[in-house]
């Protein structure tokens, strides 16, 4: 282990520190190269833009460049650790960005003291990107941060923790359940965690077709319940009229555990009270809420999965962001709405289904993959996610009446052939 932490400060810090830079798209040698690129050619865009701002897109990156932004108080779940801390990661979702969808992408890190400050400094720094991805922001703050930004901006804004895992929870989700043979109208679900990704979670899988009385979202103090007076209103969405207070009470014979909490918080002894053919969702990063080795040992009839890239089924919303954005962007979408996070959730699902292209076996490092308790949701390097998923989306985007502009003709028909 602590050769792998090695490894990862000196892939960090090696050969030059951080993971991304900036490119030049044009050419900069001569004095004529200069003349255009500078003073005096770059006053004739900025004048275009001037009387019309959608020439922004015309004329600079920003059609192209998401911002990825912090304030670091939910660093994976690592905890509040500052944003100056949160910078690795940041950089990490815009070097994801740029492998898997082409976007452009710059990590921002915002000091502040008030959320109102947050929310300013963001609103006030929009116009230069063409969509904002906010990432590990706790809960309750995130929501009212997204709210606001959503009403302010004129770009998309999208809290990837709550949405982006939202999406992939809810793909894996109905797969699993799928080949256990489970409803999701029926299942009893658990919830271990009621912050941004778990709230985001539970208000998609009801989308999907799960009971709201059918779930039970734990915090720090136990079960939520309509008797507790320390609930925000979010957490209160949650409250089940029940006299179930542990994580032991709810876990006994119950189909699904979703974590999104923190790293070893359930144990083996847990998951043995579980139903039948249970489904485990251990998403914490970098450390699950229990080991898949140890659940496995607890559980031949499990399907197990994590936010890990180094374990089967990785439910992490690296499957999402970048397509999801891809989409939205070459439609000009104003908004990411519950119409594009549906189509993303049936792109994801559909590919687990399909046979699996060669070089992503060959990425994985395995000899086949099919459908089935160890492949209920595609590899990050799958390259049919970025035409399925951005052209579903993109789609979603015109019909629901948020694209600014229409798809070119044959949109992604290359990556797809
Ligand atoms: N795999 C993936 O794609 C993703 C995984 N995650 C993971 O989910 C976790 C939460 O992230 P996020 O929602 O953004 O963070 P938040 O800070 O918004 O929420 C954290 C939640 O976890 C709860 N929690 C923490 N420790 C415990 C504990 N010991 N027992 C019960 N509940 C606990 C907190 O309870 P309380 O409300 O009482 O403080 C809170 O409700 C992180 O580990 C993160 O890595 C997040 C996004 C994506
Ligand atoms: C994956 C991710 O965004 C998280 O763990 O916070
Ligand atoms: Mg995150």
Redesign the pocket.
Known sequence: MSDFREQALHYHAHPVPGKISIELTKPAETVKDLALAYSPGVAEPVREIAADPANAYKYTGKGNMVAVISNG??I??LGNLGPLASKPVMEGKALLFKRFAGLDSIDIEVKHRTTEDFINTVANIADTFGGINLE?I??PE?FEIEKALIERCEIPVFH??QH??AI?TAAGMLNALEIQGKDIQDAIIVC???????IACMELLIKCGAQREHIYM????GVIHTRRDDLNEY?QLFANNTDKRTLQDVISDADVFVG???PD?LSADDLKLMADKPVVFA???PDPEINPELAHSARADLIMAT?RSDYPNQ????LCFPFIFRGALDVRATAINDEMKIAAVEAIRSIAKEPVPEQVLTAAGVESLAFGAQYIIPKPMDPRLLPRIAKAVAHAAIESGVAQIELPANYMADLEA
């Open positions: 108080t939910a994976l779940g590990d706790k809960a995130c990837d923790d982006g895992t992939v271990l965690g009621a912050g941004a990704a778990a734990l915090d720090r103090k957490k999104v909490s923190g918080l998403c914490s990063n936010g439910v992490n919303n690296v």
